[in-house]
């Protein structure tokens, strides 16, 4: 009894692990995401060591497999995060996220002069921008940029 | 371009700017057609802007359209809180093509994705003003029987500065040379810098106008605002610097033009209005010529 307890939070069975997510970011990914309303079993930990990040965050999602464009959204805040398929308890498949072309409804728009700060219900847009391993997003409407530094989520 | 809002610059291509610049210079030969008959174009102001405003309006009329629209937003139905979607839904049942102008950057963009008709920008803040640059545009080719490899001097509020944005921009297309006259403060900003590098195209910064201005084909003026200097002090020391006078053009070549997208204050002295290479009064006809053009290609006319 107690031993299957125990393998109830640390093993999966099947499902998605995301590590590697800095901790200050991993309520953010569980937003994006929307693991807030997620109704199979979630575990997850935050400060936990890491040799690459300090402190690092990790989630773990028993029989969901979010697809890859949705686990692209969450590159934003966290671009070194990595996913590993589970199914019957072993590691089938690993990949990194990739950060997408275009950001939808997720990112808040820096320019407090921009439309989608000033109107209700308009969906926020932008243009995915690398610069030197940074990500900038050039918002679809103003045409402004907001760095990574300041991107914030709705 | 039939049907297509036009809300930035870059949504038009260099083929599409020539279509323009000709079209424009029909309208110029024959400013007065009956072809707009029947259309119904709505200005909708929601910050006053007599003259862009008037250029559109007198563009219409000339051509036997018809204008529906209000000029401020303190006389619309936006004062009692309408939003920005419902106004443009509402009007779109009324109007053929709306010009909008409004004080939020990317307003017109917005309109443009929930507006049934096509949308023209006619300046959403500090963002873009399309036809105004259309009509620097032609302005440039009229005055000088090409875009190509020409020295193009920019003075003024470079950082804040739209039209010169938008003007840096379109010019990119046909191997300019640039140079930029502000104060420090005003500088063109990086960005604009880092695409000209990626193009491959020179430019140049001064913080004075000077005798450099002889190899000049273009002077493009902007006013410089009090409001953009933190230290009202720095301003008072600047705002003479950056005068053009009659005496300064002197030894410059004779095709050079100056331009200014109006209204001037003190920037160029009055003194310069006489000379042939003074440009802006006719630039601003040239903008009734080129909303001409564009309405009539976005409405399937021309
Ligand atoms: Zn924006």
Redesign the interface.
């Known amino acids: 009894m107690e031993e299957k307890k125990i393998k109830q939070v640390n093993a999966l069975e099947s499902g998605t692990v995301i590590d590697h997510i800095p901790s200050e970011v991993l309520f953010k990914v569980i937003n994006i995401l929307g693991l807030e309303k997620i109704e199979t079993n979630m575990t997850f930990g935050m400060n936990l060591e890491s040799k690459r990040l300090g402190k690092k965050g990790i989630i773990k999602i028993s029989a969901r497999f979010p697809d890859d464009k949705d686990l692209n959204k969450i590159a934003l805040v966290a671009p070194d995060a990595k996913i590993n398929i589970i199914r019957d308890y072993k590691v089938v498949e690993k990949k990194s996220v990739q950060v997408p072309e275009k950001v939808v409804g997720i990112a808040k728009?820096m320019?407090p002069?921009?439309?989608?700060n000033?109107?209700?219900?308009?969906v926020t847009k932008f243009n995915v921008l690398k610069n030197n391993g940074h990500i900038d997003l050039k918002?679809?409407?103003?045409?402004?940029?907001t760095d990574q530094q300041n991107i914030e989520i709705n | 371009m039939k049907n297509k809002s036009l809300i930035?610059i870059s949504d038009y291509s260099r083929d599409d700017y020539m279509e323009i610049i000709e079209l424009a210079d029909h309208f110029e030969k024959n400013p007065v057609q009956k072809i707009m008959e029947g259309k119904v174009v709505a200005t909708l102001f929601f910050e006053p802007s007599t003259r862009t405003r008037l250029s559109f309006e007198s563009a219409v009329n000339k051509l036997g359209g018809k204008v529906i629209g209000f000029t401020d937003a303190a006389s619309s139905s936006v004062k009692k809180g309408e939003?920005?979607?419902d106004t443009i839904l509402t009007v779109a049942q009324y109007a053929d093509l709306i010009v909008m102008r409004h004080?939020?950057?990317?307003?017109a963009?917005?309109a443009s994705e929930v507006s049934t008709v096509p949308v023209i920008n006619a300046g959403?803040?500090?963002?873009?003003h399309p036809t105004q640059c259309l009509l620097d545009l032609y302005s440039i080719y009229k005055t000088q029987g090409t875009l190509e490899n020409l020295n193009i001097f920019l003075v003024g509020d470079l950082k804040y500065g739209r039209t010169v944005h938008s003007l840096l921009q379109a010019m990119s297309n046909y191997n300019p040379t640039f140079n930029f006259v502000s104060p420090k403060q005003l500088q063109m900003p990086n960005?604009y810098k880092l695409q000209l590098d990626e193009l491959g195209i020179n430019y140049y910064e001064h913080e004075e106008m000077k005798e450099n201005i002889k190899h000049a084909d273009i002077i493009y003026v902007t006013r410089i605002q009090k409001e953009r200097f933190s230290d009202p002090m720095d301003y008072e020391k600047l705002k003479n610097s950056y005068i053009l006078k009659n005496k300064m053009l002197k030894d410059t070549k004779e095709n050079l033009r100056i331009l200014h997208p109006l209204p001037r204050v003190n920037e160029i002295h009055v003194d310069v209005d006489d000379n042939e290479k003074a440009y802006y009064f006719p630039q601003a006809l040239n903008g009734v010529f080129t909303r001409q053009a564009i309405m009539t290609k976005i409405l399937g006319l021309k």
């Open positions: 728009c320019n002069k921009c439309v989608t000033v109107e209700t219900n308009v918002c679809h409407f103003c045409e402004k940029i | 930035s939003s920005l979607k004080p939020v950057e990317g307003s963009r917005y959403d803040g500090a963002n873009q960005e």
